[in-house]
């Protein structure tokens, strides 16, 4: 269940890319939704925040009585994401950063395939510690029974691909092959993670021509503090997903799965589209 409005490009984005996975729901208010007749009780409700402070703790509680048994989350914009780095503004919810809710969301929903609660079994009084370091082990937990193909790397800095190469190591992932600077148009691997740490001009440019020489090249690019504009002309330019900087095991590994899943499908892999049932 989505609650609250698009709110620009940023949770346009993330509204489409859910919407394209799971059936999805969508109420402008809380009142509409817990006083609604919607038949089926969701699993996951999200609480859209374009701006802090958009939500109190009576929506959240009013939700939590309506439907006891589902996980609260609140998706928020880059407008909120330096408040939220001190902590959650409303008790007994997750808050995500608008750009690793798809990645996320695909974790989420192989825990559960697998009769798993996962990071979405963490109790609701848990602290963000408590949920970083579940949401890690569910996917440590994944890798020992599935294990995803080998990614490509390209950075700035051999220290910060090191450490991207261990995190993929923690997923079950193999690392192909790493270049320090921009990525070589012949990576020899179906995936590729791109630290630009920001997104310029000449970045973007570099991509597009990646992507023409690789069209079936999953792209996922890491940026210090993503933001619509430029994440959107990213995956205009080719890429599949962008993703904040120092990034979580979950988001990465998610959003890989969702890429290789789309590239299956083989559907373009920027999760625009999607049905979502407005009430």
């Known amino acids: ?107 989420w929903l192989a825990d559960s395939a697998r009769g798993r609660a996962g990071a979405l079994g963490t109790p609701a009084t848990a602290r963000r510690e408590e949920r970083l370091v579940d949401a890690v082990a569910a996917v440590v937990d994944s890798a020992r029974s599935e294990r995803g193909g080998a990614v490509s790397l390209a950075g700035g800095r051999g220290a910060d691909l090191e ?40 970045d973007v440019a570099w991509l597009r021509m990646l992507a023409a020489n690789r069209p079936n090249l999953g792209i996922v690019l890491l940026e210090s503090f993503p933001r619509g504009d430029s994440t959107q002309a990213a995956i205009r330019a080719g890429a599949a997903a962008v993703l904040a900087r120092p990034v979580a095991l979950d988001s990465l590994e998610g959003t890989l799965r969702r890429v290789e899943r789309l590239g299956r499908e083989n559907r373009v892999p920027t999760g625009l589209g999607g049905a979502v049932r407005s009430r």
Not at 174 to 198: N, Q
């Open 163 to 202: 450490g991207l190469a261990d995190l993929l190591a923690g997923a079950g992932r193999r690392v192909a092959d790493s270049t320090v600077g921009r990525p070589r148009l012949d990576a020899s691997s179906p995936l590729l993670v791109w630290d630009a740490v920001v997104i310029e001009a000449d």
């Open 1 to 107: 269940m989505w609650l609250g409005d698009e709110g620009g490009t940023e949770l346009g984005l993330v509204r489409a890319a859910v919407a394209g996975r799971v059936d999805l729901v969508a109420f402008r208010t809380v009142a509409e939704a817990v006083h609604g007749d919607e038949a089926r009780p969701p699993a996951i409700v999200m609480f859209a925040a374009d701006r802090p402070g958009h939500w109190q703790q009576a929506a959240a509680v009013d939700v939590a009585r309506r439907w006891p048994l589902a996980t609260l989350v609140g998706v928020v914009t880059s407008l909120g994401d330096g408040r939220r780095r001190s902590g959650p503004s409303l008790a007994g919810m997750e808050e995500v950063s608008w750009h690793d809710v798809p990645g996320k969301l695909e974790c």
